[in-house]
């Protein structure tokens, strides 16, 4: 038989690393990819779904800890974080993408790749 | 230059978090005593909320629910409930914003007064903080001219 604790530890586990991993593959486009319209997908994407994950996370291993009315409360407001944290970052991705297309920034062309 | 123009996705989302963002920042300054905020943070958003009305709709759609003559006078009426209050202490016969000696004005002991009368001095700064933000940024936002524009 599991232990129940131990498997809703490896659970929380692998949710935040999944997290985490998420925000180093975001911060890695960000660094490396070449061009202004890469960028800003790979941090649109990757920020929003790595806080998340780890806001999950930590909303699992608080309620495991002591499922109380205080904690309760408390991951009733990271869930409300990742509600709008849901909404708004992919809202300022589309904001800034469509600022920079209207101010004359050229995105990335095959033959730019090619030269 | 950057044209500014609407856009379906941002006011849409705007009208959904803008209550949201007002009832936080409530929430902010009048749990101030127990956890980190009071009136200034809780007037930035409140400032911040009214600042992206005007981001992602118009000035004119700002202004009817917050018009000019409004904002002045809320910058005015902050600063006079502070100095109301801190007033009222001097005249009672304690120190400049001294709450404790409001015991004898309000139906309460002096551990409640103070921090009753504390609560209205971060509502009052609140109200000051919010009005001005939004007066200073629609000031720089437009040159001093509060319409539409180029930028």
Redesign the interface.
């Known amino acids: 038989m599991i232990n129940f604790d131990f498997a809703l530890n490896i659970i929380v586990g692998v949710i935040v690393g999944i997290g985490l991993f998420f925000f180093f593959t975001a911060t890695v486009g960000l660094l490396r990819f070449p061009d202004f319209y890469c960028k800003l997908q790979a941090t649109g994407k990757g920020d929003t779904l790595g806080a998340i994950l780890t806001l999950l996370g930590i909303v699992i291993y608080i309620l495991k800890e002591d499922f109380s009315f205080s904690t309760i409360l408390v991951s009733l407001k990271l869930l409300f974080i990742i509600f709008f944290i849901f909404l708004a970052n992919p809202t300022a991705t589309h904001a800034i993408t469509k600022a920079g297309l209207d101010s004359g920034v050229i995105p990335l062309r095959k033959e730019d790749l090619e030269r | 230059?950057?044209?500014l123009?609407d856009?379906l996705?941002?006011q849409t989302?705007c009208r959904?978090?803008i209550p949201?963002i007002q009832l936080f920042a409530l929430y902010v300054i009048t749990h101030g005593h127990y956890s980190p905020g009071g009136g200034f943070q809780g007037g930035c958003i409140l400032g911040a909320s009214f600042i992206l009305m005007v981001i992602a709709y118009d000035i004119k759609w700002m202004k009817k629910r917050f018009s000019e003559y409004t904002n002045i006078f809320m910058i005015a009426f902050g600063v006079f409930i502070y100095a109301f209050v801190g007033l009222i202490c001097i005249i009672l016969g304690a120190e400049y914003l001294n709450y404790g000696i409001l015991h004898k004005v309000l139906p309460a002991d002096p551990v409640k007064v103070r921090a009753l009368a504390t609560l209205g001095i971060e509502i009052s700064v609140g109200i000051t903080v919010m009005a001005v933000m939004v007066s200073i940024f629609l000031n720089l936002a437009t040159f001093g001219k509060h319409e539409r524009g180029e930028v």
């Open positions: 230059m950057i044209r123009y856009d996705i941002i989302v959904i978090m949201f």
